[in-house]
């Protein structure tokens, strides 16, 4: 399995970015976001159950950040809108082997796409 982020770049606050993540090898059940600021530890930012559709955001994106599927293009998308400064970080994506189970359950993760929010 390999997992393939994209889509990072600099925006202004309030702006709008869309990460891709391209999953080559089979699909699991749970996919991932998570992110990580410098000095910070890596947090989950978001999660979906592919089967059932169930979602899960941090607090701190709830209402701005949204996780999807396209299964044709076997690719999960973050759509990020509204960022601000403090959503500055690499953003990783990870299959995992439990539904908002942190760093520690992913079995894969993606190389990281860094987005940069200016003030």
């Known amino acids: 399995v390999q997992l393939q982020a994209s889509g990072g770049g600099l925006v202004q606050a309030g702006g709008s970015l869309r990460l891709s993540c391209a999953i080559s090898?089979?699909?699991?059940?749970?996919m991932d976001w998570f992110r990580q600021a410098p000095g910070k530890e890596r947090e989950l930012v978001a999660a979906?159950?592919?089967?059932?559709?169930?979602?899960y955001y941090a607090d701190s994106v709830e209402g701005r950040f949204t996780v999807s599927m396209d299964n044709a293009k076997k690719t999960m998308l973050l759509q990020m809108n509204n960022l601000q400064p403090e959503d500055t970080a690499t953003y990783y994506c990870?299959?995992?082997?439990?539904?908002?189970?942190?760093?520690?359950?992913?079995?894969?993760w993606g190389q990281g796409t860094q987005v940069t929010v200016s003030s």
């Open positions: 979906m159950l592919l089967t059932g559709g169930n979602t």
């Open positions: 990870a299959s995992d082997r439990a539904y908002v189970g942190g760093p520690n359950s992913v079995i894969h």
């Open positions: 090898g089979r699909t699991f059940n749970v």
